[in-house]
């Protein structure tokens, strides 16, 4: 099984899990990576970049992983392409960011693609419709939190 990870959970696992204190989950992490079984998309270390200085610890630590970051294929810019499109995901659309990049649509593209579950820390409880988990509902795309996708990978420290 292979995951496809969001800004928020980069984020989250940096600030939530330092690694001085949580060795055993990032081994985990990196040799998740390391099987090709982990990634994300080149605008989630876009998002990343926008959003910290090059000196915040999320940024230092996943700009060396270029990697972990991959580019959009043919498959993905299809699935885009009916995102973008679908009256479905107007609320969703209208969210994006006025200005600077906006990642989430191609994480969702990414993770179908390849037949991958989307980690998004975001929930349908407030505002559903401009979230990642309803989009995945929709399109039938499985999705979990980084929480989730720790136990289902069975992790334990």
Known sequence: MSYCIDTNCLIDLERQYP??????LWNNI?????????FSVKDVLNEIKQE??????????????PEFFIESGEDEEDILTEIMNNSDFEVFRNHAPD???????????CAESRSAIV??????????LRKIPYVCDVLSVRYMTLLDMMEHLGWKF
Not at 52 to 65: G, I, S, T
Request: proline share 6%; charged share 30%; aromatic share 10%.
């Open 19 to 24: 690694s001085t204190v949580f060795e055993g």
């Open 30 to 38: 990196y040799d998740l990576i390391d099987e090709g079984e982990l």
């Open 99 to 109: 200005t600077g990049v906006w990642a989430d649509p191609h994480i969702i593209a």
């Open 52 to 65: 910290h200085d090059e000196f915040d610890p999320v940024v230092a630590r996943w700009k060396d992983l």
């Open 119 to 128: 980690v998004t820390n975001e929930t349908l409880h407030k505002h559903p």
